[in-house]
């Protein structure tokens, strides 16, 4: 190909030697500084829960985690105190053993296990590819659903899908969603827990992971699935997660489970037999850290100004870069109120290419494909941008890289189309 300005441009990059990463959606080093006083907190005298219970102990809690903790994420989270436990550390392992508990032991009203089934889950696409890699680490069948582009999931499509019995569960990250950030308003949660399922243990995994990350002043409410889902007469079609991972320490936080009083119960049968009960003593950090669930939304603030800016300057240079004045666009991007990413979809075969090319330029970005069910994206356009964890200057310098990337990327791919016989 010959020498074009872009081509330049990436030469020029290449030469620069960087090593840059978007790659995960990490807190920063500054914003695990904000969970500072928690490391520091003497609990060696301090150990003693509301009610009394020694935290240091097993027992007290009944496994359900302690009530105070749970009294505040009820709060957030729009989940009854009751309904709602506080577990370990990572909600993707309450939802991996969610799905164990199905396979082997099936679901409270139906009780046959899914092991032995066909079974499929519903998965509104680009996704999280974690949850993608825990359905297909089981064999369960993964049916890309994609948003529209106003960020909406297909409602009828999605009517049509559980018209098939085989279909047992669906992903959500109901609010600022992993990658799009994307927030699905009442009427689609309204459809998701009243829409007529073939299979009677069809379950929503409610994955609540951004609820109160916000890179706005303003909280949106969260919506009362669990009540809406009642009301619908399906009270049990909803499983919520949560975790403190991305307000406290990454890895090292509270994980949450919220459902029916039946689900509930079903999931502490289970869980009982893996475990006598949390890291109580965690979690009463967590309770002295937070104080209540305004001194969580505060805290979320913060973590607002440490990142918001970097959301503020990767937008700002896709649009210098990727939609300059005068000129086609040459790719677009979601411009999310909350969350941890920004979905960067660009000509339909550039993707995978301009990944390459950035690793080639020492900026490592999450493998094309990656938001989709088995690594597929069927236009290979879609790019995960987590601009969390870098430096501003890091995040920068990697997002423009990136752009030079895709542009080059996008000319390559304009070259072979003219080229080949039509
Ligand atoms: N759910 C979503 C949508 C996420 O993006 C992440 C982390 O990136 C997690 C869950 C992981 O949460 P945890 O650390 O509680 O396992």
Redesign the pocket.
Known sequence: MPSTPVRAAYDELVARGLKLDLT???PAPDQLDLAAPLLARDMSHDYRAADGTDTRNYGGDNGAGLPELRAIFGELLHIPVEQLLALG???????HDTIVHALLHGLPGVLAPWHGQEVAFLCPSPG?D??FAVTESFGIRMIPVPFDADGRLPLDLIAEHLKDPAVKGMWC?PMF??PGGEVYDEETVRALVSLPAAADDFRLFW?N??AVHVLTDEFPPVIDVLGLAAEAGNPDRVFV??????MTL??G?V?FFGSSPANVTWFRKHTSVQTIGPDKVNQLRHVRHFGDADGVRALMQRHRALIAPKFAATERILAERLRPSGAEPVAHWTTPAG???IALTGPAGTATRAVELAKAAGIAVTPAGAAFPYGEDPDDAVIRIAPTFPSLDDVEAAVDGLCTCLLFATEERAAVSASSPS
């Open positions: 995960r959606g990490k550390n990572a909600s993707l392992q309450v939802m999280y974690r949850h990250v969603a992993n994955d992971a951004y997660f949560a975790s403190t991972s991305k990454a890895g936080g994980a969350g941890y990413f």
